[in-house]
Structures are given as C-alpha cells and as structure tokens.
C-alpha cells in the first residue's frame, strides 16, 4: 500500500484556511520526530464522528500521525502566535509546544482542528522543550471527555501517545502527545497578539476569518464587528453558567485560555469541586484566587473586555463612539451570565417557570450548603431523588424550612413530580471527575502502566445524567484530609 492510498483509508481530509491569514500569525513547521510511539488511548467514537478509519489509526502509520512522525497528505502543520494576559499581565505567548496539523472536513462538512500537543518545540516556546508528559495529556483527555459528557462545550481528545523518550521537569517522565479536536484554536490572545503587533488591516482579516469560521450571520449584520463581539460575550456567557452549574473550576482563566468559539480550551490546574464553597481553588499557581470558583463569572468579563479593546479600531470610524458600543456590548455580560445560570438552576431544583422568589431561594440553598460544607454535587442529587442523607446541612433546622419552602413552590407548577424529577435527573450528574478518582488513574496509568482504572472511569462518565448503580461508588466524596488538594500546570 502506497503512503498516499494510507491516507485515504485512514480517512484524513485536510484543509488549512488559518493559513490563509497573514503570516505574522503562524510559523510552518513540522513537528520534531520522536523514537518510538505507542498508543496507548484512542477516542473511537470522535474518530468515527471526525470521518476517520479506527482500524487504520491504530496501526504503525496511524500513529505516526498521532505522534507528529508522519504528515498527512493535505496537512500543512503550524504554530499559531498569540498573547495574553496572564493572571493581569499582558505577554507574548503562542503555541510553544502544540501545532496545528491542519483542519479535518468531516463527512458532513464540520471543520475542526486538529492539534498535536507536545510536538516540539516552536519558535514561541520560550526556551521550553516543546514537550509534555503522560499526565497532563492523559488528565486533558479524561476532563475534556467528561465535560463533553456533562453537555460543556469544550475542545476534545482524539488521542494520546507515548514518545519513547524522557521529559525532564522535577524528575524524569514519560513523555506524550495528545490529539486535541477543536471548532478552532482562535482565542482572545489571539485578537490581543494582533491589536499589539499588528496593523488595523491584519486585525480585519484575523476578525473577518473568525465571523466566517464561527458566526455564519456574519453578511447580513449591519456592522459584522460589533455581531462578532456580542456573539463572543453570548457565548461565552453560556459556557460560564455551565461551568458553575457543575462544580467546574478551570483554574488558569488567562485570556490565551478563552475561545472564541465558546469551547473550554486548555485543561491543566483545572478540577471540579467537592465541598462548595466559592473560594475554593485548586491550582498552585493561583496564590492568590484570582480565579476561584466564584471569580470565574467575573475573570470571564475581564477577559472578553480585553477583547473588546482589540475591536475597538474596527467597531467605528469614530474611537469615541467605538469604545462607547464596546463599553456597551460588555456591559450586557452580568445579564447574560446571570441569566443562563439562574435558568439553569432552576432546573437543578425542578422548576420549570420562573417567580420572583427563585433567585432568594436558590441563592439561600447555596449558603446553607456553604454552612454546613456540603458536597455541592451529591446536595443536589439528593435532592433530586428526595434522599436526604444523614447530613450536617439536610439535619439543619434552616434547610427543613428551606425544604418546606422549596416543596411549596414545586406545588405551584402544573407539571406533575415525575416531570420535574426527570428535570432535575437530566440537570444534576451523577457523578463528576472526581478528584482522587482522576489522581487514582492516573497514577496507575503513569506508574504502573495499567490503563484499566482510567478506561473504567471513562466509561462511567460517558452518561453522567444516567443515574446507575455501577456510577454509585464514583460519586463518593474523598476522604476528608487536612492537605488541600492541589493542581499543577503540567508543563
């Protein structure tokens, strides 16, 4: 069989439009070639969906490809520039250790990224190696499947390989790539790296390629600039109400790490939560909470108002009357957040028109749970299946008051128990990613190269809405411990 009729049976169907941009925005290069891949997981089901052969991908050439050793036919790889602003400060940045392969057409029609994560160094690696290691890759693929699970948009994981080759950090590691399938890689750093470095003309075409690629309503706006921000704050407005309806916290919310296409991008520190509690932050770095768990609604606004900046050369002829659509086209985020969150809580305690009242209640519920540490997943399935466990919060006289208020009010609708009971199943999980389930696998994985722990816990966060009896044991909190967990970068 000749490389090119490979290809084919494999299923690659590459385009490269980002190529198209003006060249301040990418470097082409290939990816640095490693001594012996294996791999070790493969997403069957995006494969399929991706318009890929799983047969093909899992033999030598396959994963060749996976490993950046081989280029398909039609693939033109680049490393994509951006800047950012990372916990407040702005700096250049780019894709120092990922490339973009090229842009798989599906069969029917969907383009996405396709991006090799850990495949050498760039010229924007900034001294880095250009390399990752098992972890973090593995980690990325079990928290961007979950969260697609759980009905978060999010970038996906295709694949993750060994390299044969060490990564040195604090110690010696096995090193890996990661596949990641995206609706693109556009981010706010994006529109910051071009507004910083390049012309009012560059900035256009960088905007003009993001309406094409993401916003289809582009020509029939009277100024496509101003739809493209309002769209972004939409978007992004929704993507934050999910992440704080499940307990998400993404842990480095630096303005290179926010997608324009709404997509959670970039899973290192991130977790989900176990006790509520607002404050509650996860990663090493973020010393300080900037991005805790209840910062994330407004760190989001911060950073799409650093975008808004970007567009203000595009917005109006008139800068004065530019920053006022842009300061305008902001301010509508608090709403728009609040207002997808709000719904979806309604929906997690079953309730399916709104009252005035709703948000008190809500609100009190959340404050009771913080009391009394509840665990912010399991309070809600308890609730969902009117099983109140023998709890500091459900023992507490204030949340019998709570529960008789609440019952009240699900008694003013005219759907039946069983209709907002379905409601509350489909809103509330089962089960999350958590913790020390994630850490479990992962060190079996790493350390003992045993795949089974991880493959099981797939497989029971596949269908979080299901309610099963095999999800039970993953639904269990950790044991309580006086060292607060913590999440690292991965670099």
């Keep these: 069989m000749t490389p090119r009729e490979e290809i084919i049976e494999t299923g690659w169907n590459f385009d490269n439009s980002y190529a198209g941009l003006p060249k301040i ?66 700096t250049m940045l780019g894709d120092g250790r990922a490339m973009l392969i090229g842009e798989q057409i599906t069969p029917s029609g969907k383009r996405f990224d ?59 590691l096995l090193g890996a790539i990661l596949t990641r399938v995206a609706a693109s890689h556009l981010r706010v750093g994006t529109f910051e790296y071009a507004s910083k470095w390049g012309t009012v003309e560059d900035l256009r075409q960088l905007a003009d390629y993001t309406l094409q690629r993401h916003f289809s309503k582009m020509d029939t706006m009277e100024n496509p600039y101003l739809f493209l921000l309002q769209e972004v704050i939409k ?9 704080q309806l499940v307990g998400f916290i993404h842990g480095v919310m630096n303005t290179d790490n926010m997608a324009l296409s709404g997509e959670t991008i970039d899973y290192g520190p991130c977790a989900f939560m176990d006790t509520y509690d ?19 609604p407004h760190i989001a606004a911060w950073n799409l108002a650093r975008f808004a900046e970007t567009l203000v050369p595009l917005l ?11 300061q305008n086209a902001i301010s509508e985020f608090p709403d728009l957040y609040k207002c997808n969150w709000l719904e979806g809580m309604r929906r997690k305690i079953g309730l399916f028109n709104q ?99 991880m493959e099981e816990l797939l497989d029971v966060l596949s269908n979080p809405y299901a309610h099963t009896s095999q999800q039970t044991d993953y639904a269990t909190p950790p044991e309580p411990s006086n060292r607060p967990y913590r999440t690292f970068c991965g670099t």
């Design 25 to 90: 925005f990418f470097t082409t290069l290939n990816p640095t070639s490693v001594p012996s891949p294996k791999l070790v997981i493969l997403n069957d089901k995006l494969a399929i969906s991706l318009g890929l052969e799983i047969q093909a991908l899992r033999r030598d050439n396959g994963v060749a490809v996976l490993a950046g050793n081989r280029i398909p036919d039609g693939a033109l790889p680049l490393a994509q520039a951006y800047a950012g602003h990372q916990f407040g400060h702005f």
């Design 114 to 172: 396709i991006q090799l994560k850990g495949s050498g160094p760039t010229p924007y690696s900034r001294r880095g190696d250009g390399r990752a290691s098992l972890g973090p890759m593995l980690r990325e693929y079990i928290i961007s499947e979950a969260m697609d699970a759980l009905g978060i948009a999010t970038t996906r994981s295709l694949a993750v390989v060994t390299t044969g080759e060490a990564i040195i950090r604090e110690t010696q």
């Design 235 to 243: 978007r992004q407005a929704v993507l934050i109400a999910k992440w």
């Design 278 to 296: 607002p404050k509650t932050v996860f990663s090493s770095i973020d010393t300080q909470g900037r991005y805790a768990y209840g910062n994330q």
């Design 316 to 326: 109006h002829d008139n800068q004065n009357k530019a920053v006022e659509l842009a």
């Design 355 to 453: 009252e005035p009242q709703d948000e008190s209640l809500i609100e009190n519920l959340l404050s009771m749970m913080e009391k009394h540490g509840a665990d912010y997943t399991n309070t809600f399935r308890a609730l969902t299946f009117d099983t109140l466990e023998d709890t500091t919060l459900f023992k507490a006289p204030e949340f019998t008051q709570w529960h008789q208020l609440w019952q009240r009010r699900l008694s003013r609708q005219q759907e039946s128990q069983a209709s907002y009971q379905d409601l509350m199943k489909n809103s509330n999980p089962a089960l999350i990613p958590r913790n020390h389930r994630v850490e479990a696998a992962l060190e079996a994985a790493v350390k003992q190269g045993d795949y089974r722990v």
